[in-house]
């Protein structure tokens, strides 16, 4: 019996493991992708996280596709985790990149092909210090708008001078920072990874600071002050009570109200813990951000640079300012004509982003991830087709956080799969006719960008990728975005395929609608492209 009961225990776990197996291999996509300037050696980078494991091989240059083969890609690191991979680029990639991927091999049998569009992280990237300290400067790899990891040398953040690398964002009056720490190397015990504000980018700035040192080493929790630019940094009048450990590695915050500047850590980003309060009257606008520096020792022979090559890493996560920027204050004004069938809405560019809601009836407003282009750059171009707001069509400009526009044209290769977040956007209708029928709920997605079928070819656009549980409506546009062809297979509730071959067109550029039949319906929509 007891032997019977092993081998079914092992058909049973064969049989799971073999489930879950399946599992990974259908959800085996790009988990996120970002990038961020000044990012150490390769200057110019992207940061891709995919869903599971992937093959040593997936460092071949070749399986990569930037911008449509206008960035070139020079080399391909795979991290230690085996789901995170940095490409390194021999251009920069301006502030919006796509990125096409063919033949990377996961750990199970399957292989990815697909599409990622991203935006270069609005922080800028810094390394502060003298030209031999930090050595090295600063690297960091990013895969999420919010995750960071640090790799710096540095002789240290206090004294009358800081040797870090910073990531930052500009901050007028009073602000709200915080961020998890999840790793901090002892590069030597005193290792330093947290928060800052300082006046300028010099290395002897007036600053405020909260930071941990390293777990393995003085393992605390500090604060500490610069009056003045080239004055001593201290934590005198700063620090409230004994420094709290720094095991295990948690939150920090640090915030201002007029000149009172006050440092937190938690374990949970929701319950905080004062650790110091001081109040400085340092200047109005304040560079607020991430600050890692290995505390190096001095060089040989007592040289005022750090030892050689002494490094460590931080990770960070949750990285969130609250406060205003400069250039908040600047509204700009909308101007609108028309263009055909559309409404030709055109607005100057300001310090903040901004994009197109629209009504039809004053009350209920919804964003429109239609195409924005900028004709020039001082100046953004939306083109609305009237026929979305019936007999009454009402626009306005609303604040975002980054507005994405039309890039590039994505070259797809056959199997690439897009799905929401992967090449996609929300895209709210609620109420309007798509493809003959009235839609009454937002479920629908749009690709950003045209995707590029080669000549001579017939591509494919099929939604039988998605969830048995989906059924939709698909939707394929020419580069005109005026012609169009829609597919609805419910009798043989097939999902949805269109064509390419149903247009005359020499462009080879096609992008697509796609709507679920059903509000709520359980699982993920995914637009398979073949050719």
């Not at 050696?41 to 460092?59: E, K, M």
């Not at 450990?245 to 929701?270: E, H, Q």
């Not at 809601?357 to 964003?367: H, V």
Request: hydrophobic fraction near 40%; proline fraction near 5%.
């Amino acid at each position: 019996m007891k032997s019977k009961l092993s081998r079914l225990g092992r058909l049973l776990l064969a049989a799971f493991c073999g489930w879950l197996a399946s599992q990974a291999e259908s959800q085996a996509q790009v988990f996120s992708v970002s990038s961020i300037t000044n990012n150490g050696n390769p200057i110019y980078s992207i940061g891709l996280r995919f869903t599971v494991p992937v093959q040593p091989s997936a460092t071949n240059v070749a399986d990569y596709l930037v911008n449509n083969g206008t960035v070139t890609v020079t080399n391909v690191i795979l991290h230690t985790n085996n789901v995170d991979v940095d490409l390194g680029l021999g251009q920069a990639i301006g502030r919006f990149y796509s990125v096409t991927i063919s033949n990377v091999a996961t750990v199970f049998t399957n292989t990815i092909h697909t599409i990622v569009s991203g935006f270069t992280s609005p922080y800028p990237s810094v390394t502060i210090g003298d030209p031999d300290d930090p050595d090295p400067t600063g690297q960091v790899f990013t895969a999420s708008a919010d995750w960071f990891e640090v790799t710096v040398g540095g002789s240290g953040i206090g004294s009358t001078e800081d040797h870090f690398h910073f990531i930052y964002q500009e901050t007028v009056g009073d602000f709200d920072v915080q961020t998890r720490v999840w790793r901090l190397d002892a590069g030597s015990p005193q290792s330093q990874a947290g928060l800052m504000a300082r006046e300028t980018l010099d290395k002897d700035s007036a600053m405020v600071t909260t930071y941990f040192t390293a777990p393995a080493g003085s393992n605390d929790i500090e604060v500490a002050y610069r009056d003045f630019a080239g004055d001593t940094a201290t934590d005198g009048g700063f620090q409230i009570g004994p420094r709290a450990s720094a095991t295990p590695l948690r939150w920090l915050r640090l915030t201002r109200s007029n000149n009172v500047f006050t440092a937190y850590y938690g374990t949970n980003g929701a319950n905080w813990t004062i650790s110091g309060v001081t109040t400085q009257a340092l200047a109005t606008n304040l560079l607020v951000g991430l600050a890692t520096s290995a505390n190096a020792p001095a060089g040989p022979a007592g040289a005022p640079v750090q030892e050689p090559g002494a490094q460590t890493t931080s990770v960070f996560s949750d990285f969130t300012v609250q406060g205003a920027q400069p250039g908040d204050t600047v509204i700009p004004t909308l101007s609108a004509s028309l263009s055909g069938s559309n409404l030709a809405v055109t607005w100057p560019a300001t310090p903040s982003a901004f994009t197109i809601e629209m009504s039809t009836n004053l009350y209920d407003w919804s964003l429109l991830f239609l195409p924005t282009t900028q004709p020039d750059s001082t100046s953004y171009l939306m083109n609305i087709p009237l026929a979305l707001g019936g007999n009454r069509l009402f626009v306005r400009l609303i604040k975002v956080d980054v507005l994405i526009p039309k890039i590039l044209s994505i070259g797809v290769s056959p199997g690439t799969i897009l799905s929401p977040g992967n090449g996609m956007m929300p895209l709210g209708n609620s109420g309007n006719v798509f493809c003959g029928n009235t839609i009454n709920f937002l479920a629908a997605y749009a690709s950003i960008a045209p995707f590029t079928i080669p000549a001579g070819k017939v591509g494919t656009f099929n939604t039988t990728a998605s969830d048995y549980s989906v059924d939709t409506y698909l939707q394929l546009r020419d580069a005109s975005l005026v012609n169009t062809r829609c597919n609805d297979d419910s009798a043989g509730n097939l999902k949805s395929q269109v064509l390419t071959s149903a247009f005359n067109q020499a462009s080879g550029n096609f992008s697509f609608v796609v709507v679920s039949k059903t509000d709520g319906a359980a699982g993920a929509i995914k637009v398979r492209v073949n050719y």
